[in-house]
């Protein structure tokens, strides 16, 4: 009896020893919770930084793609390097400053013939190359998103050192999700972006009168986007517009009276998964009475078989300062022959009503991209002037190109 009653008491004594041990354990648990909130609390209370500076990422990332459509020109890659800056303060605005730029090179041969009493021939080989740089800056502010873009360019030949220039500046303003104010110099509305000029890579070819292009120029526009469908408008200045195309192997020259004109141009596109396209018109002015004012409407558009092929294509009527109407009409073909090659073709045709002038082009390409960083390319044109009983010319070129992106 008497070992059970001390049993007894060692089994209470080691129940109380184990309590108090838990007790203590709890206790212990509890402050350490309520010093890590203290220490929490404290935290968000401080800044992260001192007050007045602003929090920095510098990320890669796809290029952005430009309230208004402006679209990337040829040898631009997709991906830019993004720094983003956001503000510490009470204002909600972020800043984004993107970069991105390529340097390219290529041995290019042409050969270029005429024929008739002044017919003469020229061949030439060269290695040319081009540098580009572009900064794209955008903030989110109170009144939607303000963004400017600067693209400057240089082409060199030789040993000459060239000089940099502004190939284009945009600026635009979401003035709501749908609507967007911009203004600079670019691409016109006019530009059918589809056939042989809008959809090619083709580097050092599309040397033929065969595009879709009125030329880039200062312009006001305004954009509504909507789900697959974007509507625009621009007044655009008409200063020297008698150089429209090109003039369509000399059928207008540069007409300096023209420098109190203004012109205007619209453009209405849908895209889609597999289909998208675009109808557009421009129209400028000229103040001269001698001269005609010109203009060009088309339309244009591209399917995609799946990932492995897309066929592009356009046309335009028009007529240029001097009075001289033309249809332009071209295709392209662009097959994926691995993940890292794909090649093109295309055919462009031009009429004239001057002297019934025809010109047919045809290009070619293939591409190795391996990554978005590089491309190497074969290029080869050939086209044809027949100008029916003045004079023919013929023209072609071959070249190997490299681009370099960053």
């Known amino acids: 009896m008497k070992m059970m009653k001390l049993a007894l008491l060692g089994g209470a004594a080691l129940a109380v020893t184990a309590a108090g041990a838990q007790a203590d354990d709890l206790s212990t648990l509890k402050a ?17 930084v001192p007050a007045g500076y602003s929090l920095m990422t510098i990320t890669t990332a796809d290029a952005s793609v430009i309230q208004g459509g402006i679209g990337m020109d040829k040898g631009s890659g997709t991906k830019a390097t993004v720094i983003s800056v956001l503000p510490t303060a009470d204002a909600p605005a972020s800043t984004t400053i993107e970069w991105s730029g390529y340097a390219r090179a290529a041995v290019v ?19 040319l190359a081009r540098g580009q740089i572009k900064v794209v800056g955008k903030t989110d502010t109170a009144v939607g998103e303000v963004g400017a873009l600067i693209k400057l360019r240089a082409d060199f030949d030789g040993h000459d050192v060239a000089s940099v220039y502004g190939k284009e500046v945009w600026g635009w ?20 972006g589809y056939g042989y000029d809008g959809a090619c890579n083709c580097y050092y070819t599309d040397n033929a009168d065969v595009e879709l292009n009125p030329g880039d120029t200062s312009q006001i526009r305004l954009t509504y986007a909507s789900g697959p469908f974007t509507a625009a408008i621009a007044l655009e200045d008409a200063t020297g517009s008698g150089s429209f195309w090109g003039g369509g192997g000399g059928f207008s020259g540069y007409d300096s009276s023209a420098d ?12 889609g998964d597999s289909f998208n396209g675009e109808i557009s018109g421009v129209w400028r002015d000229h103040s001269d009475a001698a001269t005609h004012s010109t203009y060009a409407i088309g339309a244009g558009g591209a399917f995609a078989l799946g990932d492995m092929a897309t ?13 001289t109407k033309f249809w332009r009409a071209s295709i392209l073909g662009s097959v994926n022959l691995s993940d890292a090659v794909h090649a093109e073709v295309a055919y462009g045709h031009t009429h004239h009503t001057y002297y019934g002038q025809d010109v047919n082009a045809i290009l070619a390409g293939i591409y190795y991209d391996p990554v978005s960083q590089l491309t190497v390319g074969l290029e080869g044109e050939y086209f044809k002037n027949s100008k029916g009983t003045i004079a023919n010319s013929t023209g072609y070129s071959a070249d190997l190109v490299t681009v370099f992106r960053f």
């Open 32 to 48: 350490e919770i309520e010093a890590l909130n203290s220490r929490v609390a404290q935290l968000e209370a401080t800044p992260s």
């Open 109 to 127: 041969y042409s050969h270029y013939k005429t024929s008739g009493e002044d017919g003469s021939s020229d061949s030439d080989i060269d290695v």
């Open 173 to 192: 303003w979401a003035m709501t999700p749908e609507l967007t104010l911009g203004g600079g110099y670019t691409g016109s509305l006019g530009n059918i």
């Open 260 to 271: 109190d004109s203004l012109g205007v141009a619209a453009e209405i596109k849908y895209t």
């Open 311 to 323: 066929i592009s294509a356009g046309a335009q009527i028009g007529r240029y300062n001097n009075g």
